[in-house]
T-cell receptor, first 112, second 113 residues
Framework: AQSVTQPDIHITVSEGASLELRCNYS??????LFWYVQSPGQGLQLLLK??????LVQGIKGFEAEFKRSQSSFNLRKPSVHWSDAAEYFCAVGSNDYKLSFGAGTTVTVRA | NAGVTQTPKFQVLKTGQSMTLQCAQD?????MYWYRQDPGMGLRLIYYSASEGTTDKGEVPNGYNVSRLNKREFSLRLESAAPSQTSVYFCASSRAGEADTQYFGPGTRLTVL
């Protein structure tokens, strides 16, 4: 069975600074990997996904993520955060049986 | 194009009461899902429907039942609510299986007293 670990529960970053959110997964085969964002009181929105091919994936809102098979990681990055990036971020791993497994989430606070 | 809609948005139940959460999607998706979200635990899959006419258990199915009414609608029923079912419930849909992108509804916040 697949699983996801997001080691950081909460990250605080200054506006304009860079952001990196960590994600480690466990899955026996080639994984499908996703990053979702959830603003307060809202549903989840897809930021980006990796299925195959180029290991550096570009997403919406200026986010990118890099798949590293050797480290079982799929870390999310943004070069310069905006106040509107304050939200909760979820990493997820999917498989061929229609299921997604989510990490516990990382809450990002942006200070002025 | 509303995407995934859920009703109600909020609900308070007493222990032992029953209720049905409704979900509908207008994207002609084949697969639909029900998750619960609890603090510090991310989202956990309750039930899913890979295609119209099929349903399967997810990670935490106990205390719930589902019905895939048609291709658009997927309901979640709590027959006898318990305080442990206090949570935020999300419905999602995807075009096909194999971990295609899932699109989420706005959620239902349920409190069981």
């Amino acid at each position: 069975a697949q699983s996801v670990t997001q080691p950081d529960i909460h990250i605080t970053v200054s506006e304009g600074a860079s952001l990196e959110l960590r994600c480690n997964y466990s899955y026996g085969a080639t994984p499908y990997l996703f990053w979702y964002v959830q603003s307060p009181g809202q549903g989840l929105q897809l930021l980006l996904k990796y299925f195959s091919g180029d290991t550096l994936v570009q997403g919406i809102k200026g986010f990118e993520a890099e798949f590293k098979r050797s480290q079982s990681s799929f870390n999310l990055r943004k070069p310069s955060v905006h106040w509107s990036d304050a939200a909760e971020y979820f990493c997820a791993v999917g498989s061929n049986d229609y299921k997604l497994s989510f990490g516990a989430g990382t809450t990002v606070t942006v200070r002025a | 194009n509303a995407g995934v809609t859920q009703t109600p948005k909020f609900q308070v139940l007493k222990t032992g009461q029953s209720m049905t959460l409704q979900c509908a999607q207008d994207m002609n998706h084949n697969s639909m899902y029900w998750y619960r979200q609890d603090p510090g635990m991310g989202l956990r899959l309750i039930y899913y429907s890979a295609s119209e006419g099929t349903t399967d258990k997810g990670e935490v199915p106990n205390g719930y039942n589902v019905s895939r009414l048609n291709k658009r609608e997927f309901s979640l029923r709590l027959e006898s609510a318990a305080p442990s079912q206090t949570s935020v419930y999300f419905c999602a849909s995807s075009r096909a299986g194999e971990a295609d992108t899932q699109y989420f509804g706005p959620g239902t916040r349920l409190t069981v007293l």
